[in-house]
């Protein structure tokens, strides 16, 4: 008698091969099941930044002073002029006179009183003499007489004097040229502004080191409490001669113009003046620096568009740039769009920042806006 052949498959014995043929399906919808449970979790994708490159750039050093207006001309008028051909006793300023002018009339018609007042005691101090001699009348009355034509010619005299006090200033409301020359422009205008500024003695020899090198002269911006810089450039008009001994700053004036009469006497402003230019100095957008907690610091991308959380020390401000002192070499790549989105070690997407591309705020809520729907005509009333 023949044995019948056997054989192990899939760990079942005893299974002849011709029977395999119903197991194979099984197998497989048991594997197909298996591999159904397991759920694909989906790979995070690289969040999208942009980048700019650090470049270096030369920017001009600003400093700046907090200081307080008062005008240039209180109560009197100097005049400071050069450049037009002027004649002596040639009217070069003139103030509204007419005030001045109803007070020499004034002073004038006083004068008038006191020495008709004089020539009445004169009069009777002439009569009374002769008199006094003839014992006609008495002693008393002559010392009066003589007291009153005193009294009145000393009135005269003081009516004189205000007189000539009023001509004088009348006179002072016409400024005239002292010679035949040249004259110019005037250095200060009524109307015009000097803005007091306290420099340390360092500020006070950098600033004139750095005007002995310049030619022309300084210009200065003048900022406003509200942040606005004032149209009219100004210029350093002179220093105190001395420094002040309890603060170590010496008081400096600068003039601005004030044609519209803006600026008031005791309001309170900035002087910005440049100082100097720094060279080749690595410059960033405002928008790639974050600072937290007194510390500034930037997103470098690095090889493999990895990112580095990088400290740094920054400088002086120029528009929308920011000046970095420390922390950062010229060609590398900062992010300045989408600071919020990385941190240490992460792999971003990046693309080329582009400023002044981002939409006003609000400017989706404004496009959506539907157009209002016009009224319904109201029935007519029958």
């Known amino acids: 008698m023949k044995r019948k052949k056997r054989y192990l498959v899939a760990g079942v014995t005893g299974v002849s091969l011709s029977g395999i043929s119903w197991l194979l399906p099984l197998l497989l919808l048991i594997i197909a099941f298996l591999g159904c449970g397991k759920e694909q979790k989906p790979q995070p994708q690289a969040p999208i930044v942009e980048v700019v490159e650090v470049i270096k750039k030369d920017v001009p050093v600003y400093g700046e002073w907090v200081g307080t207006l008062d005008g240039t001309v209180n109560a009197t008028i100097r005049a400071q ?11 070069l300023f ?19 009183q006191a020495e008709a ?12 003499k002769p008199l006094a001699e003839q014992n006609a009348v008495s002693k008393k009355d002559l ?79 003048l900022i406003l409490s509200d942040g606005t810089t004032y149209p009219y450039k100004g210029e350093v008009a002179f220093a105190d001669r001395q420094v002040d001994v309890r603060t170590g700053t010496i008081r400096v004036a600068s003039i601005f113009p004030n044609p519209q009469n803006l600026l008031r006497p005791g309001m309170f402003s900035r002087i910005r003046a440049e100082m100097g230019i720094k060279k080749a ?25 990895k990112v580095s959380i990088k400290s740094v020390k920054v400088g002086d401000r120029f528009g929308q740039l920011w000046v970095i002192d420390e922390g950062l070499n010229a060609g ?41 729907s016009k009224p319904q005509p109201k029935p007519e009333k029958r």
Request: with cysteine; hydrophobic share 40%; net charge neutral.
């Open 81 to 91: 002029i050069q450049g037009y051909f002027v004649k002596k006793d040639q009217v």
């Open 94 to 112: 003139e103030i509204d006179p007419r005030s001045y002018q109803a007070a020499v009339e004034e002073a004038k018609a006083q004068r008038a």
């Open 117 to 128: 007042r004089w020539q009445t005691a004169k009069a009777n101090l002439a009569r009374i």
């Open 143 to 221: 010392d009066d007489a003589i007291g009153s034509e005193e009294s009145t010619r000393a009135s005269v005299w003081s009516a004189k004097a205000a007189l000539d006090k009023a001509q004088l200033n009348l006179d002072w409301t016409k400024i005239t040229s002292l010679i035949d020359g040249i004259a110019g422009i005037a250095k200060a205008q009524i109307g015009n502004l000097e803005c007091y500024v306290s420099l340390s003695e360092q500020e006070y020899m950098q600033a004139m080191e750095r005007r002995s090198k310049q030619v022309g002269k300084v210009t200065l911006d």
């Open 281 to 305: 100095a690595p410059v960033i957008p405002q928008r790639a620096v974050t600072e937290i907690q007194g510390r500034y610091l930037v997103a470098v991308v690095g090889p493999e568009n």
């Open 332 to 372: 590398e790549k900062v992010v300045a769009e989408g600071t919020q989105k990385v941190r240490e070690g992460m792999v971003v997407s990046p693309k080329p920042f582009v400023a002044g591309t981002q939409a006003e705020p609000g400017a989706a809520q404004k496009s959506e806006a539907k157009p209002e």
